[in-house]
């Protein structure tokens, strides 16, 4: 499984960005595909998540009202839009899935992307 991460760059506070991840290979039933976020001096913090059926689907409270995430199973993409961008949501975020699950935790992600860059500032 590959995990390709697309849309990360500068925007300025209350702006918007649309990040898109890729994946390929995908041999599992089920699975759960989420984006999580690393900013420096910081640990690696879950945002959001999905299920491959998405009937499961989970937003950190810290984003929850700005940021939303799709995913269209046809395509294997899955889709995080933020918007109401803050200075503290800067970070190089991440696309990871977890084989047959049906939610996302940082240490049972079996797949990570190689991250996207996502600068607020004005």
């Known amino acids: 499984v590959q995990l390709q991460a697309y849309g990360g760059g500068l925007v300025q506070p209350g702006g918007s960005l649309n990040l898109s991840c890729v994946a390929s290979?995908?041999?599992?039933?089920?699975?759960?595909i989420g984006w999580f976020r690393q900013a420096p001096g910081k640990e690696r913090e879950g945002v959001s998540c999905?299920?491959?059926?998405?009937?499961?689907?989970w937003t950190s409270d810290s984003v929850k009202g700005g940021f939303t995430i799709s995913r269209d199973g046809a395509k294997n993409t899955v889709w995080m839009q933020m918007t109401r961008l803050k200075p503290e949501d800067t970070a190089v975020y991440y696309c990871?899935?977890?084989?047959?699950?049906?939610?996302?935790?940082?240490?049972?992600?079996?797949?990570w992307g190689q991250g996207t860059l996502v600068t607020v500032s004005s």
């Open positions: 999905i299920s491959s059926s998405n009937d499961n689907e």
């Open positions: 290979g995908i041999i599992y039933d089920y699975y759960a």
């Open positions: 990871a899935l977890r084989a047959y699950g049906r939610g996302c935790h940082i240490v049972g992600m079996d797949h």
